[in-house]
């Protein structure tokens, strides 16, 4: 049976997951967070004082760092070694530590082969850096979504204050611009726009705007096919 795969891939803050979460829900399929895996094997090695700049003890801990996906109430878990750490993997440092330490293959090719065998399995929209690029080449839809550093800096600078946290929106907008620079310049598997993906700039757009824009682009694939077929 065929399952359809939508790839959202881009920036740091471009608002990836929100969309892709909104998109999925509409479209009925899974939504995967590729970030989410980094995100917990970075929680690995900073739990176990594993230095980013040590590719052997990276090396290392990757064969003992066991990264699953489950589901509840429609949401991702990410379960590591046995452990729900769903709400650890949010925090700066957490996300900084992802950025540095998946430059190592080693690290990125244990998760790809999950996200590949994820999207085998379902109907998949799955968000990350390289998903249109290096994950789902084949992916039915390819979305590069971005924003302008300042818009991105200051959509975090909200959500920072509505939970409380202040930050100075210039520090935010600094930490974006250099894992942006990490992220794109890694030599293996980099951020950067598929050759077939299409660009939607979010930063003059409401995220109902972005979600109803990809839903029409999937709706005209699945129009265009079904004329081939017939
Ligand atoms: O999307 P995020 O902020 O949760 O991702 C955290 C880091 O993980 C990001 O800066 C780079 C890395 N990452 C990646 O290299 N490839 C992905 N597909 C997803 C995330």
């Known amino acids: 049976m065929k399952h359809y795969s939508i790839a959202i891939d881009g920036p740091a803050g471009a608002g990836k997951s929100t969309i892709a979460k909104m998109v999925a829900r509409h479209l009925n399929f899974i939504y995967v967070d590729t970030g989410a895996m980094y995100r917990a094997l ?6 176990n004082n594993i230095s980013v700049a040590d590719k052997e003890a990276i090396e290392n801990a990757c ?5 699953m996906i489950d589901y509840k109430d429609g949401e991702q878990q990410v379960i590591l070694n046995g452990e729900n750490v769903n709400s650890l993997i949010r925090t700066e440092e957490v996300g900084n530590m992802a950025s540095a330490s ?10 790809v082969e999950l996200q590949r065998s994820m999207a ?3 109907d998949v929209v799955m968000d990350g850096r390289e998903i249109g690029t290096f994950v789902l080449p084949e992916a039915d839809l390819k979305i590069y979504l971005t924003a302008s550093s300042k818009e991105r800096a200051r959509r975090r600078f909200i959500e920072l204050k509505e939970r409380g946290i202040s930050a100075d929106i210039n520090e935010i ?7 942006d620079m990490r992220d794109m310049n890694r030599e293996f598997a980099p951020l950067k726009q598929a050759d077939d993906a299409i ?14 824009t990809i839903i029409k682009y999937f709706e005209e694939i699945i129009q265009n096919s079904s004329k081939e077929l017939g």
């Open 42 to 47: 970075a929680l690995y090695f900073l739990r």
């Open 63 to 67: 064969n003992y760092a066991d990264v």
């Open 102 to 111: 998946s430059v190592y293959p080693v690290v990125r090719l244990k998760l």
């Open 120 to 122: 085998k399995k379902a």
């Open 173 to 179: 907008e600094k930490d974006i611009i250099e894992r």
């Open 199 to 212: 660009l939607v700039d979010s930063s003059h757009m409401t995220v109902d705007e972005v979600k109803n």
